[in-house]
């Protein structure tokens, strides 16, 4: 558990819904991160990577298809 959310839940006065939010969100996050599986489906997940055929992950659009240049007037 971190530090923060130790801090949080241990303290004496309320907190607010947006607090107990972050909270959750934050200890969500730390696991996530933490564990390898979890962190590689997620970003699959979310179309960030992909499956190659050997079974490597590999980027799903590299940054030249997702960032363009505005185009001169």
């Known amino acids: ?19 107990q939010e972050m909270d959750i969100l934050r200890a969500h ?21 992909v499956r190659t055929a050997d079974g490597k992950l590999a980027v799903a659009k590299p940054y030249d298809k997702v960032i363009s240049s505005k185009p001169a007037p």
């Not at 696991?31 to 970003?43: E, G, I, K, N």
Request: hydrophobic content about 40%; charged content about 20%; overall charge positive.
């Open 29 to 49: 996050h730390e696991r996530v991160m933490s564990d390898a599986s979890l962190r590689q489906a997620t970003l699959i997940g979310a179309g960030i990577f």
């Open 1 to 19: 558990m971190s530090k923060n959310l130790r801090q949080s839940l241990n303290s004496h006065a309320k907190l607010t819904k947006h607090q």
